[in-house]
């Protein structure tokens, strides 16, 4: 069986206590990997090497052209290896092939967006008093360490680490144990192209360990982490205790809201599909579907119709959904079943689980709920599964003030063909992003993406993703 290590300096080495986990495959629940089990002390050779390749390392002194090109060239090497990553995804995640084959389009995609990007980020000038001259620099901060979740790892892996190298940090990755079998994939690719020894260090383990120590990590200069809200405030706890900044991103409650005007033919696939992707364990997940009064009925049956002919299976089935990460994943899912269920809410369709998935799997059916309480759980908390709560509203002003009234504001999606209701709509609800007649649930490497409220602070993706990871630095010349 394999026996993955951490990548420490270039080289990649076992657990400093030896000690490992296993690796399971959500489709069977059989093991098919071993991890190193990193530790405090594997943590603290990872961010010595780090901080080695940022200050006197040759990772230092690449210049931003030279960092776009071995970031680049990992973007190729990715869609070298496409399929093989694409298995390996689907394999550790369960997720359908065809959305892990996305998956690594959009992970290679992050890094030739931030190759092309590395030699772009400028500096200003800033006029000032006579017989000065100001410059301002954008700084690497130095050592950054990345937490990433299970969903999408091969995504956030790009998504974490490309903007934070193409400024010019030196990482310290500790993706999720759950799924990290692309994270260490990918870091090999990287060692392939030339990515000089320490520039990118990853550590496997758990969170309350490898995590936690990184989090904590006095020689850390900024924090990023993706995942849930509690672990988001440890996270921040850690940050603010050494100073140092940090961006989260953590998950949502998002709405899909469907007006009566609205081009329902259109909405219909790309509403299923926001909550069914990635079997709803998706932080931009629409779950929330609201639909406006008058074509309440009309409308919900429409979904419930496209609900029946959802289908689970295993990752090599690749059907609609696969099963869920995990067994604790699955039983959290199924304690918001049960409790809607005896809150009395009621189910008006659900998909079904192929014959033939495999035995010792973790699948739930896609689950659709009507006339869902406005302070109910299922209407305001994170599922994070293939769930849609159905939840009417009268009006534009009351679609605002349903939109806005969960803890979360990451994504919304708006349906109608009122052009200046569209524009009223996006302003007034508070979330990081908007779509209009479009839903967006994780697409978009180029769209600065990020939350309000409890869905977190900072912004990736996009061109604002590199201003998280660099600090300026003011100069001012004197010159008469
Ligand atoms: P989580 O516990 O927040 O895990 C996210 C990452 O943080 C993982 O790498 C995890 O490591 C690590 N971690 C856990 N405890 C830590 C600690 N004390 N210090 C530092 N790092 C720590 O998320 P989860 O348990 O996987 O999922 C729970 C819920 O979080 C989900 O149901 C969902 O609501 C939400 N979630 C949101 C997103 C999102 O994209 N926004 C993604 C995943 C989950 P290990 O997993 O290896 O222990
Ligand atoms: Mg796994």
Redesign the pocket.
């Known amino acids: 069986m394999v026996e993955q290590k951490h990548l420490i300096n270039g080289k990649w080495m076992p657990s400093l206590d030896g000690e490992t986990i296993d690796v399971v495959s959500p489709s069977d629940g059989i093991v098919f990997a071993k991890l190193a089990r990193g530790k405090k002390g594997d943590i603290d050779l990872a961010v010595g090497a780090a901080r080695k390749a940022v200050s006197s390392g040759s990772w230092a002194k690449l210049t931003a052209v030279d960092r776009g090109r071995l970031l680049s060239r990992l973007g190729q090497k990715v869609l070298d290896n496409f399929e093989e990553l694409a298995a390996l995804e689907a394999k550790d995640t369960g997720k359908p092939l065809m959305q892990a084959k996305a998956d690594i389009t959009a992970a290679a995609r992050y890094f030739e967006y931030y190759g092309g990007a590395a030699d772009k980020v400028h500096g200003d000038t800033i006029p000032f008093m006579d017989g000065y001259m100001v410059s301002i620099l954008r700084e690497p901060h130095g050592v950054t360490g990345h937490?990433?979740?299970?969903?999408?790892p091969a995504q956030m892996y790009g998504r974490s680490l490309a903007p934070a190298l193409a400024m010019g940090n030196a990482v310290v990755l500790?993706?999720?144990?759950?799924a990290c079998m692309t994270s260490i994939r990918m870091s090999e690719l990287a060692m392939d192209v030339g990515f000089p020894e320490g520039a990118i260090n990853i550590i496997t383990?758990?969170?309350?360990e490898?995590?936690?120590s990184?989090?904590e990590h006095p020689d850390i200069n900024f924090l990023s982490?993706?995942?849930?809200?509690?672990?988001?405030t440890?996270?921040q706890t850690?940050a603010a205790k050494n100073h140092v900044g940090c961006v989260l991103?953590?998950?949502?409650k998002s709405p899909q809201i469907i007006f009566e005007d609205a081009d329902i033919e259109s909405a219909l696939p790309v509403v299923v599909n926001a909550i069914v992707q990635n079997g709803g364990?998706?932080?931009s997940a629409g779950s929330r579907l609201m639909l406006q009064k008058s074509v309440y009925d009309k409308y919900l049956e429409l979904i419930a119709d496209k609900f029946k002919e959802l289908k689970v299976g295993s990752h090599e089935m690749d059907l609609n959904c696969g099963p869920l990460?995990s067994t604790?994943?699955k039983e959290?899912v199924e304690g918001f079943l049960d409790r809607a269920n005896s809150d009395g809410i009621k189910v008006v369709a659900e998909g079904t689980i192929a014959k033939g998935v495999p035995e010792g799997g973790y699948y739930v059916k896609p689950t659709l709920f009507a006339d869902v309480p406005r302070d109910n759980s299922l209407a305001c908390d994170?599922?994070?599964g293939p769930v849609l709560s159905a939840i009417p509203f009268d009006d534009e002003s009351d679609a605002v003030h349903l939109a806005n009234a969960t803890e979360y504001g990451l994504v919304t999606g708006v349906w109608t063909r009122d052009g200046a209701r569209q524009i009223r709509m996006a302003k007034n609800v508070k979330a990081g992003q908007i779509y209009v007649n479009a839903y967006g649930a994780g697409g978009g490497i180029e769209l600065p993406f990020g939350g309000v409220k409890k869905s977190g602070h900072g912004r990736e993706k996009g061109f604002e993703a590199l201003y998280e990871f660099c600090s300026t630095k003011t100069i001012v010349f004197k010159h008469d």
Do not use: D, H, M
């Open positions: 937490i990433i979740p299970w969903n999408y500790k993706p999720a144990e759950e383990g758990l969170g309350e490898a995590g936690a990184l989090s982490f993706t995942g849930s809200p509690e672990v988001g440890i996270v850690a991103e953590l998950g949502g364990q998706t932080c990460i604790v994943q959290r994170e599922v994070f």
